[in-house]
């Protein structure tokens, strides 16, 4: 369990605990704030990645289709402040929702809200920073894209109770984490396109491939603690699953480049990319939580790869 100085035992969760012992916020961060930069997981960025890539995606897309030449690079790093911040509010809604779940799940036990080390009060004034900074970031964009965040708010809270009503909580992350390809098309657009929804869709289907591998990380405790997952409901057949998943993502981004009149360029890209995915698909240990894991942080490089190509195909042809 977490003291409440942010620090935690060497032996707890048998190498498991998803915090890192030694990371950076262990050494450089003060004491404080250390227990907040977890709750957060700004010392685990994949999630982060995750939530900023399809706000590139999108934004490459409507620069491709509407202006041409690269993507904004201060629309870039404008997404990255807001992923920051939304990815931080997103899982201390989850952790506010799980936190007697998490204190029965060895990778989680530890989390700041499950071990005591923050209070419900002092998680909810964090939550509220966070959607401040992000709420200022929104309100730099267009009125559409204001539209389009308050969408997704309703996403956001329903998602952590999902694992106990649904064996596929996975396409409701993938629904909520891809919305940034909406707004980042939006942002640059100021209205959506039919490219942009099938982008869209093809993030749902990558989510599902990529939060299955990584549910198969926790399969054991959540059948004790009964909560659902992909990984539950398909077991065995993950891996031609994975395959089904990933080839409607490829698909997906496939057709809308296709709409936008991407060159050659963007398909060199997009076949690299489906090699990456296959080498997920192929090689993923479900038994295995360490190589779940290493599988699951593949999927940033699966989504640079892609963004290079849909930001190239339509400057290099």
């Not at 707890?12 to 262990?26: K, L």
């Not at 398909?267 to 997920?280: K, T």
């Amino acid at each position: 369990m977490q003291d409440k100085a942010g620090s935690f035992p060497e032996d707890a969760s048998e190498g498991r605990i998803d915090i890192p012992a030694d990371g950076w916020v262990e050494r450089w961060a003060p004491a404080w704030s250390r227990a907040y930069l977890r709750l957060g997981r700004f010392d685990r960025p994949i999630g982060t990645w995750l939530l900023l890539i399809p706000c590139w995606w999108g934004q490459a897309l409507a620069t491709a289709e509407t202006q041409g030449g690269w993507p904004d690079p201060l629309l870039m790093a404008l997404f990255v402040v807001g992923s920051l911040a939304m990815r931080a509010a997103g899982c201390t809604v989850n952790d506010l929702a799980d936190r007697d779940i998490d204190r029965k799940v060895a990778r989680t036990r530890t989390r700041p809200l499950a071990s005591g080390a923050l209070s419900v009060r002092q998680g909810l004034a964090f939550m509220a920073a966070m959607c401040a900074i992000g709420l200022a970031v929104l309100l730099s964009l267009n009125p559409y894209c204001w539209a389009l965040g308050a969408g997704v708010v309703g996403l956001i809270v329903l998602y952590p109770f999902m694992k106990r009503i649904t064996y596929w909580p996975q396409f409701v992350l993938g629904v909520t984490f891809n919305w940034g390809v909406l707004v980042g098309y939006a942002a640059v657009a100021g209205e959506l396109q039919a490219s942009a929804l099938i982008l869209y869709a093809a993030g749902i289907a990558w989510t599902l491939g990529y939060d299955t591998i990584y549910a198969h990380q926790d399969k054991e405790d959540d059948l004790k603690v009964g909560v659902k997952s992909s990984a539950l409901a398909l077991g065995g057949n993950t891996r031609p699953a994975l395959y089904a998943f990933y080839a409607l993502t490829l698909a997906g981004i496939g057709l809308a480049g296709w709409q936008a009149g991407l060159s050659w360029v963007f398909w060199a890209g997009l076949g690299l990319a489906a090699a990456q995915l296959a080498w997920q698909a192929a090689r993923v240990d479900i038994d295995d939580p360490a190589d779940c894991l290493a599988k699951f942080k593949s999927n940033r490089d699966f989504g640079l790869i892609v963004l290079a190509a849909l930001a190239a195909g339509q400057v290099m042809a």
